[in-house]
């Protein structure tokens, strides 16, 4: 099979890597729109679309993510014999440099792996520390507090998680040496890389980054300005700290003088938090049992809690299906979507629209009102998504929008939770990686908002997750159940999914994509376009992004008709235009008529990220 990926060097070299980022087109974003309060803008800026992306082949292995300065790195794991693990290892140590806002090593992630027999998911969310209350973010008059006075200092920083699940995934799957997966880092980090168009344009936009010594020292230039794309950044600090890990393994980080100066960052701010040395030694990484649903002739899975994507997403297909047995005038394979002359260069017809966005309402509401870590609270996982429930579910459909859908009632429940009506935020990156074995890994990663809590430590974000907990933890005398715990890890909206097909087992796809809440309305789509339409991964991720987060339907900016839009206010949606900033990246497999399989890949034109392959 030819590819049309060119020939790339097997040894990286900085020179190399920063021609990449060099060539990165910056794209003028649209103008945004306001967004309902109850349903905030995306975590991170719009920061254009791009139209020269097209699918990528390789025969052997392939590596997506959001910047291909991280989809080389796990490439060149790849091309080493290494794992899918491996290139995901190596890759988010890359977005920790090169991609500070949205992702790094004071973090954390969801991972979903398949070995080439077995579908495992590792939990690596951070956990609230052992001082945090349910009182966190209320102020002294008992209403919540402002997101951002929450967000910025160490009052938000839960304890990192990520490199722990990385540790642990490596231990079971790994091919490579730990300290080889950081050699690409650490050669960035020291020999610099240039400043992206999105970087920048991120970096410019953030009112609170000048308020961060450190931040302002590092991404600012003596004037206050933001530094011009292309700047060379050089990061010695991070350089130390990944050669430090890369030699001692995880502890590096949680134990030491490395993690003594976490706890004093967070503990010492304005805005204080209870993070302390016994959270960090005490962090444990978790394997859980993974989320796979049918749906028609496939088998998906994903992350069940505390990740409310796997459950979410398993739903709306669930619900789709359940709609098309009972109707097949709602049947989803004859809505193919048609061209149109917008940047996309495709648009679904406004029945697929609305069909998709009704089962979406009724997924975030139970969402909202039944999700949360499963070690604390009981989530009713098989209630919701048991297949007589979500039929019970989709007889709410009909031909118009029912606006604002009401949690249902799925068999299981054990405890009457108040609903969560906190705003919906996570910042996140997005990899996927398929090895020669034909092992393949999908990873969502997340710093939550962009740059996280803005404290910097040794060159790299922590983490502001424990704003993804509810701020109201009760409500009419019930407890929400997504209310802060001490140990408790906040529920996400992160859905990294595999596909397989049902009759043989085989790999089918590996996908996931950032965007906060917005995530499970953006993998939902891209499975869609995948399985009910047959697009190439490439062509499945540029469809325009669309849903409800059951408010409004939601429109990607500039992307839809005029008479599609029309269409569904006669269907009585209440339609907004918002930006709607996914970071998608897909590996399929494909066989043709004699049976050889080789990889297709795609990366999403809203972020800079690339597809790499052999």
């Known amino acids: 099979m030819r590819t049309d990926l060119k020939p790339t060097l097997h040894r990286l070299s900085a020179a190399s890597l920063l021609a990449v980022a060099l060539t990165l087109i910056a794209c003028k974003a649209p103008p945004s729109s306001t967004t309902p309060s109850a349903l905030p803008a995306p975590p991170e800026i719009a920061a254009g679309y791009r139209t020269d992306l097209q699918t990528r082949h390789a025969d052997k292995h392939m590596a997506a993510a959001a ?3 991280a989809a080389e790195a796990g490439r060149e794991m790849l091309r080493r014999g290494g794992s899918a693990i491996d290139a995901a290892i190596a890759m988010q140590a890359v977005l920790t440099l090169v991609e500070p806002q949205s992702s790094g090593i004071g973090g954390g992630a969801f991972i979903v792996l398949w070995d080439g027999k077995t579908v495992r998911t590792y939990d690596g969310r951070e956990t609230a520390p052992a001082g945090a209350t349910e009182k966190l973010f209320l102020q002294a008059d008992g209403k919540p507090m402002a997101f951002t006075a929450a967000q910025i200092g160490g009052r938000s920083v839960g304890t990192p998680g990520v490199l722990r699940a990385l540790e642990l995934a490596h231990r079971k799957h790994g091919r490579l040496k730990w300290a080889t997966l950081f050699e690409p880092a650490i050669a ?55 050669k430090r890990i890369a030699n001692e393994g995880p502890d590096a980080l949680y134990q030491g003088p490395l993690a003594e100066e976490i706890v004093a960052k967070v503990q010492g701010h304005a805005n204080p938090g209870s993070l302390s040395l016994n959270d960090l030694k005490g962090y444990a990484a978790r394997e859980r049992a993974p989320l796979c649903n049918d749906y028609k002739r496939w088998q998906v899975c994903g992350m069940a809690p505390p990740s409310s994507g796997g459950i979410a997403v398993a739903q709306i297909l669930g619900t789709l299906q359940a709609l098309e047995q009972r109707d097949h005038r709602n049947a989803l394979a004859p809505l193919k979507p048609v061209k149109t002359d917008k940047p996309a260069g495709l648009e679904p017809s406004p029945q697929a629209v609305h069909l998709i966005a009704e089962a979406e309402r009724l997924a975030y509401a139970d969402r909202a009102q039944y999700v949360a870590d499963a070690d604390f609270v009981p989530v009713p996982v098989k209630g919701l998504v048991e297949p007589g429930y979500l039929a019970s579910r989709a007889s709410l459909i009909g031909p118009r929008s029912m606006g604002i859908a009401k949690p249902g009632t799925p068999p299981g429940i054990k405890v009457a939770y108040a609903p969560d009506r906190s705003p919906l935020r996570i910042s996140t990156s997005q990899v996927v990686a398929v090895d020669d074995q034909g092992g393949a890994v999908s990873m969502t990663t997340t710093v939550e908002s962009a740059f996280g809590s803005h404290l910097m430590v040794q060159g790299f974000m922590l983490n502001n997750q424990m704003t993804d907990f509810s701020f109201i933890p009760e409500e009419n005398g019930q407890k929400v159940a997504n209310r802060v715990e001490p140990g408790k890890r906040p529920r996400s909206s992160m859905a990294p999914t595999l596909i397989f097909d049902r009759q043989s087992g085989e790999l089918l796809a590996a996908v996931g994509s950032p965007g906060g809440s917005q995530i499970i309305e953006y993998v939902a789509k891209s499975v ?3 399985l009910d339409w047959n697009l190439d991964p490439q062509t499945a991720i540029n469809l325009p992004n669309f849903g409800s987060r059951n408010g409004p339907t939601e429109l990607e900016q500039g992307q839809f008709s005029p008479a599609l839009i029309q269409a569904l206010k006669a269907q009585g949606h209440n339609v907004s235009e918002v930006d709607m900033n996914s970071g998608t990246q897909a590996i399929v497999r494909v066989r043709d008529a004699q049976g050889k399989v080789s990889l297709a890949g795609g990366a999403d034109p809203r972020r800079e990220g690339q597809a790499l392959g052999d």
Not at 188 to 216: C, K, Q, T, V
Not at 223 to 230: C, E, F, H, Q, T
């Open 67 to 69: 910047n291909p300065l």
């Open 188 to 242: 960035l980090s020291e020999h610099g890389f240039a400043i992206s168009p999105r970087l920048h344009a991120l970096i410019a936009s953030d009112p609170s980054l000048p308020g961060s010594p450190d931040m302002a020292a590092y991404f600012l230039n003596s004037d206050g300005s933001p530094k011009a794309v292309g700047t060379v950044l050089k990061n010695p600090a991070l350089a130390a700290v990944l």
């Open 528 to 530: 869609i376009g995948l």
